[in-house]
């Protein structure tokens, strides 16, 4: 069983950055894809951004340029640089992997406010 923890959430100030991290229990480098979803109150999970096994990565529209993704195989770590932060960046983000399965971690807040 795969575990994802997510870390690095907080409270920002608009056009502030924060660093988010996604720890594996497992060998990050099996998985097809890891990505990062986020829900803001009363709306639907979305991808926010995506990197395949190959290093690939893409990112939803609307943190283009904004947020980058990223991950280090050696310490089965993923993460996601925010910068420039906006009020509507405010939600859950997760992190999940896809293999055979899909696996989600609990969530990490981030909340932009002034």
């Known amino acids: 069983q795969v575990q994802l923890v997510e870390s690095g959430g907080g409270l920002v100030q608009p056009g502030g950055s924060l660093r988010l991290s996604c720890a594996a229990s497992?060998?990050?480098?099996?998985?097809?894809?890891m990505e990062w979803y986020r829900q803001a109150p009363g709306k639907q999970r979305e991808l926010v951004a995506g990197?395949?096994?190959?290093?690939?990565?893409n990112y939803a529209d609307f943190v283009k340029g904004r947020f980058t993704i990223s991950r280090d195989i050696a310490k089965n770590t993923m993460s996601l640089h925010m910068n420039s932060l906006k009020f509507e960046d405010t939600a859950v983000y997760y992190c999940?992997?896809?293999?055979?399965?899909?696996?989600w971690g609990q969530g990490t807040q981030v909340t932009v406010s002034s």
């Open positions: 497992g060998n990050i480098s099996s998985f097809n894809a």
């Open positions: 999940k992997a896809v293999s055979n399965f899909a696996y």
């Open positions: 990197i395949s096994r190959g290093g690939s990565t």
